[in-house]
């Protein structure tokens, strides 16, 4: 059975920082390039972030290029997203995705 977990969203103030992790299981985690989506609310689902299998490849949104980053620990079989710098338009829910699997998602609020 698939699983992808997310957690650390919380509400932080703008400018602030946040980890997200999302802990995979039930496929194999270091063959899949990973990925963060986001949607906020009344808004559709946007890619934010991929990582390739073995960390040496990311790729981001302009929106977040330079506060964001993105890495995997394979030994773990988690993914992370370091946001740093954090605004209003960051508030959503955070999906990760792997292979052709989603997490449920974790809300970061971004507000002071």
């Known amino acids: 059975q698939v699983q992808l977990v997310e957690s650390g969203g919380t509400l932080v103030q703008p400018g602030g920082s946040l980890r997200l992790s999302c802990a995979a299981s039930g496929f194999t985690f270091r063959d899949y390039a990973m990925s963060w989506h986001r949607q906020a609310p009344g808004k559709e689902r946007e890619w934010v972030a991929t990582?390739?299998?073995?960390?040496?490849?990311?790729n981001y949104k302009d929106s977040v290029k330079g506060r964001f980053i993105i890495s995997r620990d394979n030994a773990k079989n988690t993914v992370f997203l370091q946001m740093n710098s954090l605004k209003p338009e960051d508030t959503a829910v955070y999906y990760c995705?792997?292979?052709?699997?989603w997490g449920q998602g974790t809300q970061v609020t971004v507000s002071s």
């Open positions: 990582i390739d299998t073995t960390g040496g490849y990311t």
């Open positions: 995705k792997g292979n052709i699997y």
